[in-house]
C-alpha cells in the first residue's frame, strides 16, 4: 500500500506565502516579493541580536538622541542599519524612512527604478529591552509617485494608499505579521531552519472583548470623551492590559479582542504615536483583520500626513469595542 501524503498541512513560508500573493497579480513584477524578503533577512538578524543583546552587549544606551528627542538604545541603531542595509541593496527601492533618522532616504529616483518607499520604526519600544519585553519592528510599504521630488513628499501618503503593512514581534517568539490587502497572515521563525513558517492565514480580530490597553496614568489628562469611557469600563468589568510596547499590544488585541488607545495628553497634544510607521500600519492590519482604527474622529487610514514624524492619537481593535469608545467621543 503506497504510503497517504496529507498536503494539506504543507509548509508554507513567509517567501511563498508572498510569491503566491504576487502570482494573482499579473501586472506584478516580483520587485515587491524582493521587498517582503529584505525585510524578512533584516528581522532575522534583529531577532538574533535582541535574544542574545546582554551576552553581546549590546543592550544599554547607544549615547545619543533621535529625532524625536528619544535616547537611543544600541539595539535601536543596530536595527535601524540592519533594515537599512537590507533594503538598500533592493533596485526596487526608492525611498527609505526610519522613526530614528531625522530625513528620509532616497536610494533611487522613480525613473531609476524606484518603484517603492519602505517607512519602518526598526526597534519599537525599545526603551523595554532591558526587563525583557516583546519589542518590535513596524514597516509600512507605499509606492513612490515619480512626479513627487521631495522624499518628505512622496513619503506623506495616507495608510489607505499602502501596498503593504506588517511587523514582527521580538517576543516569547519571533512573530511576523503582514497584510498586502488581502487579509493578514500570521507568521512564526522557526530558528532551526531559519524561516518564517506561515501559522495562520486570513487571521480576524474578534468582534469583541472586554478589555482596553492605555496607560492610565495619564487619563486625567485625556479628553473627557475617553475618561467617560474608562469609567464606563471600569463599573462594567472590563480588564486593563498595557505592556507599554505598541507591538506586543496590538498584536494582543489583534490575537484576543479589547481596544489599544494612545489619546492626546498634556504631553503630547496629539497623541505620542507617530501616524507613517505606527498608526498607519498597524490600522491596516488591524482593518485587514476586521477590526476598526481611528485617529480622532477621522479613519486612520484617511488621514494625510503632512511630516514624516507626525503624530496622531490611536483607536484601534474590535469593531465592537472601538465603537464603543466611539460612543463616548461623540
Ligand atoms: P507610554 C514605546 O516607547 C512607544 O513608542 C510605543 O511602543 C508604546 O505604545 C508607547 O510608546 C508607550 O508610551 O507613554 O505609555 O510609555
Known amino acids: 500500500m503506497p504510503m497517504r501524503h496529507d498536503f494539506s498541512e504543507n509548509l508554507m513560508s513567509l ?196 478589555v482596553y490597553s492605555v496607560n492610565e496614568a495619564y487619563a486625567s489628562t485625556f479628553p473627557d470623551g475617553y475618561q467617560r469611557y474608562l469609567a464606563w469600563a471600569h463599573a462594567n468589568g472590563y480588564s486593563s492590559r498595557y505592556i507599554g510596547s505598541m507591538v506586543a499590544d496590538v498584536h494582543r488585541t489583534l490575537l484576543t479582542g479589547g481596544v489599544f488607545m494612545y489619546p492626546p495628553t498634556k504631553k503630547n497634544p496629539e497623541g505620542k504615536l507617530r501616524y507613517l510607521y505606527e498608526a498607519s500600519p498597524m490600522a491596516f492590519i488591524m482593518e485587514q483583520a476586521g477590526g476598526l482604527a481611528y485617529s480622532g474622529d477621522a479613519r486612520t487610514l484617511e488621514h494625510q500626513p503632512h511630516k514624516v514624524h507626525e503624530r496622531v492619537p490611536v483607536l484601534l481593535g474590535s469593531r465592537g469595542e472601538v465603537e464603543k469608545v466611539r460612543e463616548f467621543l461623540r
Request: hydrophobic share 40%; glycine share 10%; net charge negative.
Open 15 to 210: 517567501q511563498s506565502h508572498i510569491l503566491l500573493e504576487e502570482a494573482k497579480h499579473p501586472s506584478a513584477s516580483g520587485d515587491f516579493t524582493w521587498i517582503v524578503s529584505a525585510i524578512s533577512l533584516a528581522a532575522k538578524s534583529i531577532s538574533n541580536h535582541v535574544r542574545r543583546a546582554r551576552l553581546s552587549g549590546a543592550i544599554g544606551k547607544f549615547g545619543d538622541t533621535n529625532i524625536q528627542g528619544e535616547e537611543q538604545q544600541k539595539l535601536d541603531v543596530i536595527a535601524n542599519e540592519a533594515l537599512m542595509r537590507c533594503l538598500g541593496t533592493r533596485a526596487s527601492v526608492a525611498v527609505l524612512a526610519s522613526e530614528e533618522d531625522d530625513e528620509p532616504t532616497i536610494l533611487r529616483k522613480g525613473k531609476d527604478g524606484g518603484k517603492y518607499c519602505v517607512l519602518f520604526d526598526p526597534l519599537d519600544g525599545s526603551s523595554n529591552l532591558d526587563t525583557g519585553v516583546g519589542v518590535g519592528t513596524i514597516f509600512s510599504i507605499l509606492r513612490n509617485d515619480p512626479n513627487v521630488h521631495s522624499a518628505q513628499a512622496t513619503v506623506c501618503q495616507p495608510g489607505v494608499r499602502q501596498v503593504a503593512a506588517g511587523y514582527v514581534l521580538y517576543g516569547s517568539s519571533t512573530i511576523f505579521v503582514i497584510t498586502t490587502g488581502n487579509g493578514v497572515a500570521l507568521f512564526e521563525l522557526d530558528p532551526f531552519i531559519g524561516s518564517f513558517l506561515l501559522v495562520k492565514d486570513q487571521l480576524r480580530v474578534p468582534e469583541r472583548n472586554s
